[in-house]
């Protein structure tokens, strides 16, 4: 019988979306290779002709297994849940699972589409605002964002996002603190959301997945 295909993960070391997809990946430890698409060398390697053919979105990351090959960082976490059920990365009880996709949700969905790279291209290219402005629409989104997350986390929340485990929202919330890190965002109030930050970062899988420990790391 030949040996299964490796998992190989299309990722950018500084990609939130791509943080997310390692952290699940080192979570339920998987064997993966992970192809680095750097976005701005070559003017976006994920604008070439052979990564749009894997990516139609010409985004990052993509997840291939196989013949399968999977787009969206979040149908990503959910495939990896199905296909490699232990360790969970959603819990058993379908409140709980409900919990734990809208705190996803609410990052990936709602802060994270407002801040990417393209977002802030364009209001820098295309709509001419400056340094300043463009960091405080990014400091305003996430903010604002985070703080409806930290009063998500005020309800059912143990060492992690739910309960004692880490899991899907985890893989969401970390990512969001390090951009949130990078750009000066003020996190002084979000006590919730940086106690368990603290608590993924003690991990050693967590810190495997950290942008600084990626073969494209800059």
């Known amino acids: 019988m030949p040996p299964p295909l490796q998992l190989t993960l299309y990722s950018y070391w500084r990609s939130s979306a791509s943080y997310r997809v390692r ?14 698409v750097h976005l701005v060398k070559d003017g976006g390697q994920q604008l070439a002709p052979e990564y749009l053919a894997l990516n139609p979105q010409g985004l990052v990351p993509a997840l291939v297994d196989g013949d399968t ?75 604002s964002g985070l703080s409806a997350v930290e009063k998500m986390l005020g309800q059912g929340t143990g060492a992690f996002c739910q309960g004692d485990e880490p899991g899907i929202a985890d893989c969401c919330l970390l990512p969001q603190v390090y951009n949130a890190r990078r750009f000066n965002c003020d996190l002084s109030g979000f006590t919730e959301v940086l106690r368990i930050s603290e608590n993924l970062e ?17």
């Not at 407002?114 to 605002?129: D, I, P, S």
């Not at 003690?202 to 800059?218: G, H, I, K, T, W």
């Open 69 to 143: 090959v999977i787009t969206q960082s979040l149908a990503m976490l959910e495939y990896l849940e199905e296909r490699h059920p232990a360790p969970a990365l959603l819990p058993a009880d379908p409140a709980g699972r409900a919990r734990v996709r809208a705190i996803a949700g609410a990052i990936a969905c709602e802060i994270h589409p407002l801040n990417n790279l393209r977002v802030l291209k364009y209001l820098v290219g295309e709509l001419g605002a400056s340094e300043e402005r463009k960091l405080a629409w990014y400091r305003h989104w996430t903010e």
């Open 23 to 36: 952290m699940a990946l080192n979570l339920k430890g998987l064997d993966y290779l992970i192809r680095p």
């Open 202 to 218: 003690a991990l050693d899988s967590v810190r495997q997945a950290a942008p600084e420990n990626q073969p494209d790391a800059e």
